[in-house]
């Protein structure tokens, strides 16, 4: 038996920080988005327990550190599953990029295993797993569309999806650690703060020039200060005419949202003459 999913990329819309936690966590309030950046997940059934994990890229774990392999091991585990499976990972999303993809491969794993393994789990019950596993996990269950993330993360309120949009997707070649950044955020040094209302509100109204002047994300200022080159790409992108560009996450990657579409590929193309990994995609 073999069962597919899709695993969507997301970008952050918005990402405010109100507070340190006892936890060490950060209480965050973040409008979160899927894009069309797919990575393609089969589930094959196994014979025994095992967990097995296969992907065409090299550099992505394929032991215990997978993100996949914990969300398989912990549906095991917490229900007792005496079967097992082998998971073929086709990775589209680029790694360590702040598009949450190893997030949402471990969501793309909870969906695939309550069908393979016959778990009956209602999506709800699968966003309070995910939170087990990551902070970005529980979004990603949803599969797509826009939401509202609160707590560390893992408080998820869907709201209307935000318009069809163009989006130009720009990964530096530099790795960043979440954990670091966090850990380096500094309030006093934020200049502007994100306005969810008012990002909802563009929204609700489909204002796709609204959703642009309300892109915020309070992480920009650790990024760029560790690495002044996301900065510098941010300009260049506004600069070739994007009409919003944000870092996504804790970076490195930039987007920007292009609402023609025949700018979009004259950037597009602008872009790919510096740059490696650079990506034309849609919310969806
Ligand atoms: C930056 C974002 O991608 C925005 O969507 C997320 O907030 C990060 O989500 P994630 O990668 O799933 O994060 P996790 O794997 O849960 O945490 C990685 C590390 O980031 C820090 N972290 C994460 C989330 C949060 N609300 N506060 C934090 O301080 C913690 O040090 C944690 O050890
Ligand atoms: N399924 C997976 N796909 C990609 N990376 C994974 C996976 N599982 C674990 N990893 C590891 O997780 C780390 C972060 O990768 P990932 O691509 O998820 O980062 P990210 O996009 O910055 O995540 P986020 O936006 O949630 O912070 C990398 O060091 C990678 O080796």
């Known amino acids: 038996m073999k069962i597919t999913e899709l695993a969507k990329a997301k970008i952050n819309l918005t990402l405010d920080i109100l ?31 095992d967990i097995t994990i296969e992907c065409d890229v090299s550099y992505v774990p394929t032991d ?4 996949a392999y914990k969300a398989a091991k912990l549906l095991q585990d917490r229900f007792s599953v005496n079967k097992g499976v082998h998971i073929m990972l086709h990775k589209k999303i680029p790694v360590s990029a702040g598009l949450a993809g190893g997030s949402s491969n471990a969501a793309a794993t909870l969906r695939g295993l309550n069908q393979l393994w ?7 019950e699968m966003v309070e797993i995910a939170a087990e596993i990551g902070s970005d996990v529980a979004f990603c269950v949803y599969g797509s569309g826009t939401a509202i993330a609160r707590g560390r993360g893992e408080i998820i309120e869907r709201i209307p999806k935000a318009p069809p949009m163009t989006i130009l997707l720009v990964k530096p070649q530099i790795s960043v650690s979440t954990a670091v ?48 080159e996301v900065q510098r790409l941010k300009q260049q992108m506004l600069s070739f005419g994007a009409d919003g560009v944000l870092m996504s996450g804790s970076g490195p990657t930039v987007y920007g949202i292009v609402l023609k579409e025949k700018r979009a590929t004259k950037i597009f193309n602008a872009l790919r003459g510096f740059c490696n990994e650079v990506f034309l995609v849609r919310t969806c």
């Open 19 to 49: 507070g340190k936690r006892s936890d060490g966590y950060h209480e965050v309030e973040m409008m979160m988005q899927t894009v069309d950046l797919t990575d393609q997940m089969i589930f094959t059934l196994r014979q025994g327990t």
């Open 64 to 67: 215990e550190r997978n993100l």
């Open 118 to 124: 016959e778990l009956n789990l209602t999506t709800e």
């Open 181 to 228: 950044v966090y850990q380096n955020y500094r309030s006093e040094l934020v200049k502007a703060r994100p306005n969810t209302k008012a990002m909802l509100e563009a929204i609700n109204e489909q204002d796709q020039k609204a959703i642009c002047d309300n892109l915020s994300n309070v992480l920009e200022t650790v990024t760029f200060s560790m690495h002044p």
